[in-house]
């Protein structure tokens, strides 16, 4: 199973940035799927979830400004209002089962999102 991000890119403050990941392979169901994000020097954070069948959730900092969306196997950030604070590496992330009750984790290779101002 890989995850293929494309988009991110430089902006300047208040701009917008779009985000899509794509899972390729073979996944027996996906449970949910989001993005994370890790600034220089912070730890790796929680911008937004979207679990199959349930409710998003969002990073309490991007709430208003950002919005998760999903289409089958392809999960979608757009990002409004950018602030320089919300410069990261954006990771997309994808938690499959396996029909063995056993939960997977995969990750995208990551895509830089930088904030002027």
């Known amino acids: 199973v890989q995850l293929v991000e494309s988009g991110g890119g430089l902006v300047q403050a208040g701009g917008s940035l779009s985000l899509s990941c794509a899972v390729s392979?073979?996944?027996?169901?996906?449970?949910?799927m989001g993005w994370h994000r890790q600034a220089p020097e912070k730890q790796r954070e929680l911008v937004a979830v979207?679990?199959?069948?349930?409710r998003t959730n969002y990073a309490d900092s991007v709430k208003g400004r950002f919005t998760i969306s999903r289409d089958k196997n392809k999960v979608y950030l757009q990002m409004n209002s950018l602030k320089p604070e919300d410069t990261a590496v954006y990771y997309c992330?994808?938690?499959?089962?396996?029909?063995?009750?056993?939960?997977?984790?995969?990750w995208g290779q990551g895509t830089l999102v930088t904030v002027s101002s």
């Open positions: 979207i679990p199959s069948g349930g």
């Open positions: 392979g073979s996944v027996f169901r996906i449970v949910d």
């Open positions: 992330y994808v938690r499959s089962a396996d029909g063995l009750g056993r939960y997977l984790e995969h």
